[in-house]
């Protein structure tokens, strides 16, 4: 009987704690291009969602912390294409500690995007 009082005890405390996102926080990132590097820097948060400064800032319109995974999508102008026309674009990631490393997929092929705890 003891144990399952204690049981239902510790599953009430986790249930109340509020354990943030492994990827919250702001990050150093690079995206790797074919022939060179972008750098950038993003700022997570759950509430707020993903914010981007840099040379590829866009607007996210889905994002998703699941554990040590995140995921995006945004339609912006894809990196690898010179026209510069918008696209659909998805990045899959897993944080790591304080890295992560992902792929951002568009259209026009697909990037290697690493990040850097700040």
């Known amino acids: 009987m003891h144990r399952i009082l204690l049981a239902i005890l510790l599953t009430l405390l986790l ?8 990827a919250e926080g702001s990050w150093d990132v690079v995206y790797v291009l074919p022939d060179r590097e972008i750098h950038a820097t993003w700022h997570i948060d759950e509430d707020a969602g993903l914010r981007m400064e840099g040379m590829l800032v866009m607007t996210i319109d889905e994002f998703e912390l699941a554990g040590s995974r995140m995921s995006w999508s945004a339609d912006a102008p894809s990196p690898l294409d010179s026209a510069g026309e918008t696209q659909r674009m998805n990045f899959n990631g897993t944080v790591n500690g304080n890295r992560f490393a992902g792929t951002l997929y568009t259209q026009s092929g697909n990037l290697t995007v690493n990040g850097s705890r700040r």
């Open 15 to 22: 249930a109340a704690c509020d354990i943030p996102y492994v």
